[in-house]
């Protein structure tokens, strides 16, 4: 089945990562193989690569749809994706603190700084493009401090979506370069319900990782409101542990990202790319959701039926694992 939001730009997609790839290799040694290996583990060419595209591909998307340049596009790709590679090594350093932390944030300065240089190329100083950057990075910025303390997603599910934000600058800086800057709005409003999907769909499947961390979680937030229990804090309510694979809980949680899918296919603004992986992800949500459902029917159904079932997945997925 084809991928309509990757497979037919998968060329351009493939030269960005090249020239990409390209910077990485003139990276101080000690740090220039570790670079190359996380843009390896985020090329889309590998199977489940678990990282998002909108971060880099909305460009390349709007040099097909809107007739953004193949140069601007391929260029402002690339600059988005450094970035990406930035914002994930800070992440992971904020989610999970570990021993590689002074690795992943030093080596994130520097794709940082690359992406700066991409930017400049593009943009002059004078440049609508740097006030929107600045006010990208401050939602990114407010939003991560805000999880602390703050329960966005009952607030307005759309909220979660400000962690993101950062996604926003290749779709800002291509209407920009195209002289549309009226539909940034509209566009990135579109947008941010399709980082909402990817934050749900990335929120259940991390459910457990997020309550043992104390991370922001709005599968947790929408059981906690469920039960009318505090969240965000840290340990969670017993009754929250004790709901996390309630399938009421569940099949309302997947129902949220449908209404905001049926919003989205509404729009008349909305890029067709937008609906697709949209779609994409909401599917990947109720999928999910319905395994997690699955599993429970063979725990009730007995150890033993349970056990040779897990038995034939595991040999399934060894198979798969080994044809890669």
């Given at each position: 089945?084809?991928?309509?939001?990757?497979d037919?730009?998968?060329?351009?997609?493939?030269?960005?990562?090249e020239?990409?790839?390209?910077?990485?290799?003139?990276y101080?040694?000690?740090?220039?193989?570790?670079?190359?290996?996380?843009?390896r583990?985020?090329?889309?060419?590998r199977?489940?690569?678990?990282?998002?595209?909108?971060?880099?591909?909305?460009?390349?998307?709007?040099?097909?749809?809107?007739?953004?340049?193949?140069?601007?596009a391929?260029?402002?790709?690339?600059?988005?994706?450094?970035?990406?590679?930035?914002?994930?090594?800070?992440?992971d350093?904020?989610d999970e603190?570990?021993?590689?932390?002074v690795?992943?944030?030093?080596?994130?300065?520097?794709?940082?700084?690359?992406?700066?240089?991409?930017?400049?190329?593009?943009?002059?100083?004078?440049?609508?493009?740097?006030?929107?950057?600045?006010q990208?990075?401050?939602?990114?910025?407010?939003?991560?401090?805000?999880?602390?303390h703050?329960?966005?997603?009952?607030?307005?599910p759309?909220?979660?979506?400000?962690?993101?934000?950062p996604?926003?600058?290749?779709?800002?800086?291509?209407?920009?370069?195209?002289?549309?800057?009226?539909?940034?709005?509209?566009?990135?409003?579109?947008?941010?319900?399709?980082?909402?999907?990817?934050?749900?769909?990335?929120?259940?499947?991390?459910?457990?990782?997020d309550?043992e961390?104390?991370?922001?979680?709005?599968?947790?937030s929408?059981?906690s409101?469920?039960?009318?229990?505090?969240?965000?804090?840290?340990?969670?309510?017993?009754?929250?542990?004790?709901?996390?694979?309630?399938s009421?809980f569940?099949?309302?949680?997947?129902?949220?990202?449908q209404?905001?899918?049926?919003?989205?296919?509404?729009?008349?603004?909305?890029?067709?790319?937008?609906?697709?992986?949209?779609?994409?992800?909401?599917?990947?949500?109720?999928?999910?959701?319905?395994g997690?459902?699955?599993?429970?029917?063979?725990?009730?159904?007995?150890?033993?039926?349970?056990?040779?079932?897990?038995?034939?997945?595991?040999?399934?997925?060894?198979?798969?694992?080994?044809?890669v």
């Amino acid at each position: 089945m084809q991928r309509e939001w990757l497979d037919p730009y998968m060329l351009d997609v493939k030269a960005v990562f090249e020239s990409v790839e390209e910077r990485l290799q003139q990276y101080p040694e000690s740090l220039a193989g570790h670079a190359l290996e996380q843009l390896r583990l985020l090329h889309p060419v590998r199977r489940n690569s678990g990282h998002s595209y909108v971060g880099y591909i909305t460009p390349l998307w709007m040099q097909h749809t809107d007739g953004l340049p193949p140069d601007q596009a391929h260029q402002l790709s690339v600059a988005c994706l450094l970035h990406m590679m930035y914002f994930l090594n800070l992440d992971d350093v904020m989610d999970e603190p570990a021993e590689d932390a002074v690795l992943k944030l030093t080596l994130g300065n520097l794709c940082y700084v690359d992406a700066l240089r991409v930017y400049s190329a593009l943009f002059e100083s004078s440049s609508d493009f740097w006030n929107h950057f600045r006010q990208v990075l401050q939602d990114w910025a407010v939003s991560v401090n805000g999880e602390l303390h703050i329960d966005y997603f009952q607030q307005n599910p759309l909220l979660i979506a400000q962690k993101a934000s950062p996604s926003q600058l290749g779709v800002i800086g291509a209407l920009l370069l195209l002289e549309q800057g009226d539909r940034i709005a509209s566009v990135c409003d579109a947008l941010n319900i399709v980082l909402m999907t990817l934050q749900m769909t990335d929120d259940f499947t991390d459910t457990k990782q997020d309550a043992e961390h104390g991370n922001y979680n709005s599968y947790l937030s929408h059981i906690s409101a469920a039960l009318q229990q505090e969240y965000p804090t840290h340990p969670l309510h017993e009754s929250t542990h004790h709901n996390v694979f309630n399938s009421t809980f569940m099949n309302s949680y997947a129902d949220i990202a449908q209404y905001f899918h049926s919003t989205l296919t509404s729009s008349n603004s909305v890029l067709p790319q937008f609906i697709s992986l949209n779609g994409y992800l909401y599917n990947t949500l109720v999928q999910a959701v319905h395994g997690m459902l699955q599993h429970k029917k063979r725990l009730y159904r007995g150890g033993f039926h349970y056990w040779i079932r897990e038995s034939q997945l595991e040999t399934t997925d060894k198979r798969e694992t080994d044809s890669v």
